[in-house]
């Protein structure tokens, strides 16, 4: 079975960005938007029939083989260093396809409506396209520094469409503070990359990652700091993960990046970009498996810390958004924590229960940021106050919202329960101690999220402007589909289809963990209907009582103003200022130095060219005469 | 016909380097532009001399000596009519030939 069709997947987003982007305010908004989202379906069906002939094709007893379905050579340095650019398909790509396209597909056609009459329509499709095209250039990628490239991309296209509104303020803020913090981590990567490809003299996945490849079987020899280069080129890969995936203490700019539209607060900073640093553990697992267990031990670690951490600040914010993304950053957390958890082949529950997680969080999240854009839409607020008894008037966005809810809470039978429910299986297994943290987060996430549903759907009838009413059909379209994802998601066979060394994974369900995570799901959303079904007045008590704490969470840890401090306080006042004194003494000093010297010699002897041209002559010949008994006397 | 018997090689470089030097000092002290335009005419042709008596002298079963003669001729002559367009442009444009009342073209 060929599958060079597959270049058409990402040829065809490209061709649309560039054709949007070119074309712009020649094109009709609706035009734009047609085209843009016809590309996409057409690409969602390459992706659909792709994972169809791919997971039909492979044989699971001997395990789905990985197939390049298209690489040529890019760029060549030197024998050695050649870059490639390529497709490659194997079951961790295969199923990325799926839910880029999906997703993506879903928030072209809530666009539609969201942002029907916005300045810039034809942009933002372009944008989108640009996103669409980076990430599965990513997800494909057939080399590390492939990868690395699409990786830029995607922060890019994530920057622009944040600073999408860029009258205000904020959304530049915003939109410069997730690039620089991402950029900041991608040199970690960057430097991650050419120490590991430097070891192994190859930047290849297949090579990498090849079980009896040099990576893998070769005793990791120098030690630096007390660690292996091995351990150490993963850590700092995992730091651009990290980055990119908003983990503590990089994850300061995911909140921020809700100023951007939430169509794509749902797209990217939801479903796909913002897992692109799980995709990345995935991508290099068996080196981080086998080579380096102690960065895949940070990673647990690092993981666990954040899921908490956000789970706990999004317990006390106002703006729904900003709850959605403290818990993406704690549903990524719950991801990380299972590669952490996890072995290879046999043992690979916890890369099963990751990518499981990542799979049905993609089409849940989407949904709950798509549900908040279409309440935002109908009240033109953020606010969760400003809120209240939303079921009567919008009974679709409730309905998928309610159920989308209930998935992120982990109640079965939605996707939510079955993935979370294999979370916690490798967490039991590997250290209790993470278990403990996650099966905590577990109530907390039912909490938060059920606090944000009453406060949305019922508490108390808010006085509205004009009568808030439901979206229109592009909107609801993707609410209904995704909500039907979201429930089906969970029965998907996943450790059939996607494991860390491609057989099927044999698992059982374990009662022992099932029931403590619903019931302790079950207790959150109890305590949050109990304060929030209704206004409730013991809140303020409530919160004034536990002041100290509250005003820390609230607050979110302080973390932006720590940055802020160690910024401004620490690296602008004791290293940026004498660099740019040495920058403007001492590098531009000298360059004036020779500018000024060159002024003054030039204007001292300028007099000699007089425009008399018999001056030049004797000038001329007598330099002539000089040379000439210079060379016969020299020569002689 | 022993010319080279006659004249020794000595005296035709010595006959060069005064046409040569005369033709410098007319472009060095003359201010008038044709008279300058001469003395460039007498440097070349010193050359010319040159190019000649050496050939004479030295090669003379060979013929790149005078073949250079010729072009250096051509070349003169071409740069004559170029000249003169130019000297007359100049007496256009600042009604005179002296040179040192032409110097426009200056720091």
């Known amino acids: 079975m060929s599958y060079t069709f597959t270049i058409l997947i990402f040829l065809i987003p490209l061709t649309v960005f560039l054709s949007l982007g070119l074309l712009n305010s020649k094109l009709k908004p609706s035009v734009a938007g047609v085209i843009g989202t016809t590309g996409l379906a057409v690409i969602t069906i390459l992706s659909y029939s792709t994972a169809y002939l791919y997971f039909s094709s492979t044989s699971t007893q001997e395990g789905h083989k990985s197939i ?16 490639h650019l390529g497709v490659l398909l194997d079951p961790l790509s295969v199923m990325m396809l799926v839910v880029i396209t999906t997703v993506s597909l879903m928030v072209h056609v809530y666009s539609l409506g969201y942002m029907r009459g916005e300045r810039g329509f034809q942009h933002y499709y372009a944008f989108l396209s640009l996103f669409t095209f980076s990430m599965l250039g990513l997800v494909v990628a057939t080399n590390i520094f492939q990868m690395y490239i699409f990786w830029e991309l995607v922060g890019v296209s994530s920057y622009l469409l944040i600073g999408f509104y860029y009258e205000r303020p904020s959304a530049v803020a915003a939109s410069k503070k997730a690039f620089i913090v991402t950029r900041f981590a991608d040199l970690g990567f960057l430097v991650g990359i050419l120490i590991l490809s430097f070891n192994t003299g190859t930047f290849d996945f297949a090579t990498l990652t090849s079980l009896t490849g040099p990576v893998i079987t070769q005793t990791p020899g120098t030690l630096f700091l007390g660690m292996s280069v ?131 969080h993609a089409f849940f999240k989407a949904l709950l940021f798509l549900g908040a854009g279409s309440v935002i839409h109908a009240v033109h607020t953020n606010v969760m106050t400003n809120m209240g008894g939303l079921r009567k008037y919008m009974p679709l966005t409730h309905i998928t919202f309610l159920i989308a809810c209930l998935t992120i809470a982990g109640i079965p039978p939605f996707s939510g329960f079955f993935s979370k429910d294999e979370i916690l299986v490798a967490a039991f297994e590997h250290n209790k101690l993470v278990f403990a943290v996650q099966w905590l987060v577990a109530g907390i996430t039912a909490f938060y999220m059920f606090r944000l549903y009453f406060s949305i759907f019922w508490n108390h009838p808010r006085e509205y ?172 | 016909m022993n010319l080279q018997s006659e004249i020794p090689l000595q005296y035709m470089v010595v006959l060069s380097t005064l046409v040569f030097f005369i033709g410098l000092l007319g472009v060095l002290i003359r201010r008038n532009l044709i008279t300058m335009l001469m003395g460039i005419e007498l440097m070349l042709n010193a050359v010319n001399i040159n190019f000649v008596a050496f050939n004479h002298y030295l090669f003379p079963h060979r013929l790149e000596g005078h073949f250079f003669a010729l072009i250096v001729m051509a070349i003169a002559a071409a740069e004559a009519a170029i000249a003169i367009a130019l000297i007359i442009n100049i007496y256009r444009k600042f009604l005179t030939v002296n040179v040192d009342d032409v110097d426009e073209l200056k720091y």
């Open chain 1, 68 to 83: 390049e379905a298209f690489n040529v050579l890019w760029l060549t340095f030197t024998d050695q260093l050649q870059i």
């Open chain 1, 230 to 360: 091995t351990t150490w080129a993963m850590l700092l890969i995992f730091m651009g993960g990290a980055g990119k995936s908003a983990m503590f203490p990089l994850h300061i700019w995911l909140p921020d990046a809700m100023e951007g539209p939430t169509p794509v607060s749902a797209l990217i900073h939801a479903a796909t970009m913002v897992v692109a640093g799980v995709y990345l553990v995935a991508r290099l697992f068996p080196i981080y498996s086998f080579s380096s267990p102690d960065a895949l031990e940070a990673i647990m670690y690092v993981g666990s810390f954040t899921s908490l951490f956000a789970a706990v600040i999004a317990c006390t914010q106002l703006d729904i958004k900003r709850v959605l993304a403290y818990s993406t950053l704690s549903q990524i957390g719950y991801m990380m924590v299972a590669l952490g958890t996890s072995g290879y082949g046999e043992n690979g529950l916890g890369y099963m229960a990751s990518l499981f997680h990542l799979f049905t």
């Open chain 1, 465 to 636: 402007d004009h009568t808030p009413h439901e979206s229109p059909v592009t909107m609801t379209f993707p609410l209904i589909f995704l909500a039907i994802a979201s429930v089906m998601a969970g029965f998907v066979p996943f450790h059939d289809l996607v494991t860390s060394d491609g057989r099927i994974l044999h698992t059982e369900f374990h009662w022992i963990i099932a029931l403590p995570s619903v019931l302790i799901a079950l207790i959150g959303m109890g305590v949050a209907a109990i304060l929030y079904y209704k206004q409730n007045p013991k809140l303020e008590n409530l919160a004034s009582r536990l002041k100290g704490i509250y005003q820390l969470t609230f607050q979110k840890f302080f973390i932006d103003e720590i940055y802020l401090f160690i910024t401004q306080n620490i690296i602008f006042q004791f290293v940026s200022r004498p660099l740019a004194w040495f920058d403007r003494h001492v590098v531009d000093g000298s360059m004036n130095l020779v500018g000024n010297t060159t002024v003054v010699f030039s204007g001292a002897i300028k007099r000699i060219q007089s425009g008399h041209v018999q001056l030049y002559i004797w000038l001329f010949a007598s330099g002539a005469l000089l040379l000439t008994i210079a060379v016969l006397y020299l020569t002689k």
